[in-house]
């Protein structure tokens, strides 16, 4: 998954939705600590080419450390982060989409 986004994965965290299984909302964090935030469905990211979504929209946002204006918002993301991992340890979903994964 690492290279998918650049190998510059830190880490990634993905927790399914409460009334679809099959979506959910992920969050990368970049070596560099930047943060992407993607909705994915059926394992893929909603509304990117490659995907088959004939969508013109993308479900990917990016919040940067470096020269970014939403300090706020990104040290939100990595609190949201923690407590998705949380979630994925005390209450898993079975079949849960995007497991989390660890980049070495």
Do not use: W
Not at 1 to 8: H, L, P, R, T, V
Not at 11 to 26: C, F, G, Q, S, T
Not at 73 to 82: G, V
């Amino acid at each position: 998954m690492s290279e998918k986004y650049g190998g510059n994965t830190k880490r990634i965290v993905a927790r399914p939705e409460d009334m679809h299984h099959n979506r959910a909302l992920r969050l990368v964090e970049q070596r560099d600590g930047d943060v992407i935030v993607a909705v994915i469905q059926d394992g893929m990211t909603i509304g990117l080419p490659d995907t088959g979504n004939s969508s013109d929209r993308s479900s990917v946002v990016e919040f940067c450390l470096s020269g970014g204006r939403s300090h706020r918002t990104l040290a939100a993301l990595k609190q949201l982060m923690d407590a998705m991992e949380k979630d994925n340890a005390e209450r898993p979903i079975a079949g849960q989409e995007g497991e989390n994964e660890d980049s070495e």
